[in-house]
Structures are given as C-alpha cells and as structure tokens.
C-alpha cells in the first residue's frame, strides 16, 4: 500500500481535460511539495510538475499541477492520444523521513 | 546534458548483497546541491523510494529497508552505488538511479534485477 492515494485509472476522450487525484496527510502532502511524474511502459519516469505546479522546461502547458490542503491534483487539458502513460505523485514526508509516491494512475485516452 | 547508467548484476541469489552503480556524466557527483536517488518499481507496480545521497556525504534512507541500505559515493570515478543486503524476491525489480533538485529531474534507463537462485 503505497502513503499516497491515486486512483489506479482514469481515462478521457482526445481533447477532453481530465485530472487525477493524488491523497496524503498533514506530514507529507499538507506540510511539503508535490511533484508529478509520467511514464510510459518500459521507460524511466519523467518530472512533469515540480513545487506543487511549476512545469520543467519543454513541458507543455496542457499540464498543470494544484494543491489544496492534503490533497494534490494533475491536469491535463487538450488531451491527446500521446497522454496515454502512467503518472505518479510524489512528496517528502517528515513523519517518515522519506520520500513517498502515489500507486501511479493509468490513464487511457479513448 | 546530465547522463545517468546504471550497472550491476541482473541475477542476485537470495540472502545476497545486491550492488548497483549509476554512472554520472556532463555533471559532477560532488559538486552542487543535488541529492543522488535510489528508486525501484516492481513489474507492474509502483514506485519506491530507497534512499539518497547529498553531494555532502549525508544519507537519508527509506526506513522499511534502512537495515538492509547502504548509498554511496566515488567522486573518483563519478558515480554512486546502492547495496542491498539480504535480499529476497520481493526485491526483484526495476532499479532506477536519479539525480534530485527541484525533483528528480535526471533518471537512469533502469536495470532489472531479479532475486532467484
């Protein structure tokens, strides 16, 4: 059981907005960053959004990054076929002294 | 552009040590405020956390193997290592290496290591 709550999948429509979840607790999302991830199958994750909704350079603003109390939520708005991946949150937590993730998301575009 | 590889056996018997190296280019490992990360993925799973080092020599660990963890570093050869001790197939998985700033913005291919004998 991974300390942060994803839900395992989520799809959408090409050029829908959708979003995904991403749950923790006063000692890790509600006290530190959050960061996203995306994967696809076979490859090393890659930082989609860092400090809860900045975009690394050659992101494309389609995706956005929110975070409201202990919770955490990835946008991703115009969405195309080339979305279809995994995506994983991320955060420090001070109880653990640790980094956690999130059980990753599947998201399908159909 | 910063370049990480990992290395090390894809095989580890069970009870055994195992040992993994990530080799850095187009960046110093002992310069910068970066932390130098361990992160695994079991097929078909998540991710998980190992461990990390900072360019001073300070560790941090996940606790649920902090027993079993050691990251480390040699600026002489730029590179650094996890070792895994007493392991079990529960440990077979994707092993990532990563550097860390504002996140981990630099990751290995990965290496699949398997616990079998």
Redesign the interface.
């Known amino acids: 059981q ?1 300390v942060l709550t994803q839900p395992p999948s989520a799809s959408g429509t090409p050029g829908q907005r959708v979003t995904i979840s991403c749950s923790g607790s006063s000692s890790n999302i509600g006290s530190n960053n959050v ?1 996203w ?1 995306q994967q696809f199958p076979g ?5 989609l ?3 809860n909704n ?1 975009r ?1 350079s050659g992101v494309p603003d389609r995706f956005s990054g929110s975070k409201s109390g202990t919770s955490a939520s990835l946008a991703i708005s115009g969405l195309r076929s080339e979305d279809e991946a995994d995506y ?1 949150c ?1 955060a420090w937590d001070d109880s ?9 998301t599947k998201l399908t575009v159909l | 552009q910063v370049q990480l590889q990992e290395s090390g056996p894809g095989l580890v018997k069970p009870s055994q040590t195992l040992s993994l190296t990530c080799a850095v280019s187009g960046g110093s490992v002992s310069s910068g405020s970066y932390y130098w990360t361990w992160i695994r993925q079991p097929a078909g799973k998540g991710l998980e956390w190992i461990g990390r080092i900072y360019t001073s020599g300070s560790t941090d660990y996940n606790p649920s193997l902090k027993s079993r963890v050691t990251i480390s570093v040699d600026t002489s050869k730029n590179q650094f290592s996890l070792k895994l001790s007493s392991v079990t197939a529960a440990d077979t998985a994707v092993y990532y290496c990563a550097r860390e700033n504002w996140g981990l913005g630099y990751w290995g291919q990965g290496t699949l290591v398997t616990v079998s004998s």
């Open positions: 991974s960061y991830y490859t090393a994750p890659k930082l959004i860092y400090r900045q690394p994983h991320a653990l002294s640790g980094r956690v993730f999130g059980g990753g």
